[in-house]
């Protein structure tokens, strides 16, 4: 039996470029009953040195970093407990092997960019190296990018009214180049919001989509072999990070319908039981289930691949195949539910 938390990656709070306190930022995130968020403000790590990485309540905060370089490859990093400057670097391998040697880890940040203020016409913040490595995944789906890269100056303010229209699901350059690298070496997915929660010019009153809608959208869901004691802040935070470097972990659009309770898992002779994000050489036959709390249209994908799409609340199949399978459901047509991987080598 596996304990699942959902949180939300990537926020921004007045520390950097978001428009919220730190006390706004936890009451907005407990009012949508998340189990944990990751502050990643640009560039510092303030609110880990203000004290503010802890339990408050039911709601556990952490605090990472995004690190920004100008021209515009970022990079989440997360376990940190000093800064790495960034704003000037475009040597990316050193500064992921910085964040590595200080104990930390880290994932690319919208890899595919997303469009640029205010016009909404040109791309920015695109990742451009992909000779690097070490670094331990990629933000495979950001609302906040997944909305801008559908809008334009002319529907800016309907879609600010109704924000679900404009949201399409990951990128498929995101998602292509998930499944490429996973053919190479073990990589994590994350979902994200990236929220800023800014302020209309002239009408600071009313937020460019606000932390407590953001709050309820994406989600990375985390499962646990022991549940958060929620007394030890060190403990806790090495259980959820844990379970972020191993992948085991999904991404769900939670303002669509409840995704907890999926699974994604493997039943090996040699390995025994696997879930996302495990890894293990492939002898025999492999069985493969997934269970989805509503009925959905489920799609197994084998090495980027899809291979099994039904219409069901579970998806039961054998494979003597290697390969690296991961799951994608969708809900009424609207993308859902990502999983990470389960790999299964050759060697």
């Known amino acids: 039996m596996f304990h699942e938390y959902a949180g939300s990656i990537h926020c921004h709070s007045r520390y950097s470029d978001g428009s919220g306190t730190i006390a706004e930022i936890i009451n907005k995130a407990t009012s949508a009953k998340l189990d944990f968020v990751i502050l990643t403000d640009h560039d510092t790590l ?3 040195f203000d004290g503010y990485e802890a339990w408050h309540d039911e709601l556990l905060l952490l605090v990472g970093q995004e690190i920004s370089p100008k021209s515009g490859c970022h990079y989440l990093a997360f376990n940190l407990d000093k800064e790495i400057q960034g704003k000037e670097r475009t040597d990316y391998q050193n500064l992921i092997n910085e964040v590595n040697e200080s104990g930390g880890f880290g994932f690319i940040a919208h890899p595919y960019g997303a469009k640029k203020p205010p016009l909404l016409i040109q791309k920015g ?3 451009t190296d992909w000779q690097v490595e070490r670094y331990c995944g990629i933000e495979i789906w950001s609302y906040m990018v997944d909305w801008v890269n559908n809008v334009n100056f002319f529907t800016l303010i309907y879609y600010q009214i109704f924000p ?15 499944d490429e690298i996973a053919q190479k070496r073990h990589i994590v997915g994350i979902g994200s919001t990236d929220a800023h929660a800014l302020a209309f010019p002239f009408l600071r009153f009313i937020k460019f989509l606000p932390y407590e809608y953001l709050y309820r959208t994406i989600r990375t869901h985390v499962l646990l072999n022991e549940p958060l004691s929620k007394s030890s802040l060190h403990e806790d935070k090495r259980k959820i990070y844990s379970a972020l470097q191993a992948g085991n972990c999904f991404i769900a659009h939670d303002i669509i319908a409840d995704s907890s309770g999926f699974l994604f898992s493997g039943d090996t002779k040699d390995s025994g039981d696997l879930i ?5 050489k492939f002898n025999h036959k492999v069985e493969l289930c997934v269970s989805v709390p509503h009925q959905a249209e489920i799609r197994l994908l084998r090495n980027g691949e899809t291979i099994k799409n039904i219409n069901a609340k579970k998806l039961h199949t054998s494979t ?28």
């Open 276 to 280: 996302m994000g495990q890894e293990t």
């Open 320 to 347: 003597d195949k290697s390969g690296v399978y991961r799951v994608e459901v969708y809900l009424d047509g609207q993308p859902w539910i990502f999983s990470n991987p389960i790999f299964l080598r050759n060697s």
């Open 164 to 178: 679900e229209k404009a949201i399409k699901g990951p990128s498929s350059k995101a998602l292509k180049k998930w």
């Open 125 to 127: 913040h695109l990742w």
């Open 46 to 48: 303030a609110p880990l």
